[in-house]
Every structure is written in structure tokens, then in C-alpha cells.
């Protein structure tokens, strides 16, 4: 079992910047990859980065130069930072990790950029 537990959202003026942050506990020796997703009303929840176990960052297409993952191995944390946001960036985000046997989930928070 994985637990995970985010920080870090709220509401910020266009252009402006947030950090998320996702605290992991438990079985963290058996994750395997791990990503950022969000969902913004009516849509789907859609990939916004992910570290590969292999270590690489893959970034999805509009948040590309704007959001950085980064991992704290010592704290057990994965990070992102966004920068420059935009409105169509409002949403709720979640972290996730993948192990063998199982995807876990944090609780989602909320990311609101007005204009």
C-alpha cells in the first residue's frame, strides 16, 4: 500500500505560479513510475507529467516550458512546479504512483487561475 498526500493548490491570478507537492508513505520501495494528472469540470483527467522508472520526464503538450516534476527521494515527495499559468490550466490536480500490483491516487486539489 501506497499512501499519498498532496499540498500546495489554491487560487492564483494569470501568469502567476504554484508548487504542488505530493508527500508518499508506505510501500514506496515498490513504486515504479509516477505523474501528475488533472481534471477540469466536464473533461477528462488527462496526464500533465510523469517520471518514468527508467527517470525520464515526459511533459504533456501545453504545459511544456511552463511546469517542471521534480522528486524528493530524501523526503519522499514529487513536486510541480507551475509557472505561467492560465486560466485553462484550472482544475483539480492529483498525483499518482504505479507498482506492480496497483495505481494509488492522492486526494486531488484544487488549482483555480483567474484572468
Known amino acids: 500500500q501506497v499512501q499519498l498526500v498532496e499540498s500546495g493548490g489554491g487560487l492564483v491570478q494569470a501568469g502567476g505560479s504554484l508548487r504542488l507537492s505530493c508527500a508518499a508513505s508506505g510501500s514506496i520501495f515498490s513504486i515504479n513510475g509516477m505523474g501528475w494528472y488533472r481534471q477540469a469540470p466536464g473533461k477528462q483527467r488527462e496526464l500533465v507529467a510523469a517520471i518514468t522508472s527508467g527517470g525520464s520526464t515526459n511533459y504533456e503538450d501545453s504545459v511544456k516550458g511552463r511546469f517542471t516534476m521534480s522528486r524528493d527521494n530524501a523526503k519522499n515527495t514529487m513536486i510541480l512546479q507551475m509557472n505561467s499559468l492560465k486560466p485553462e490550466d484550472t482544475a483539480v490536480y492529483y498525483c499518482?504512483?504505479?507498482?506492480?500490483?496497483?495505481?494509488?491516487w492522492g486526494q486531488g486539489t484544487q488549482v483555480t487561475v483567474s484572468s
Open positions: 499518482a504512483v504505479t507498482t506492480d500490483l496497483n495505481d494509488y
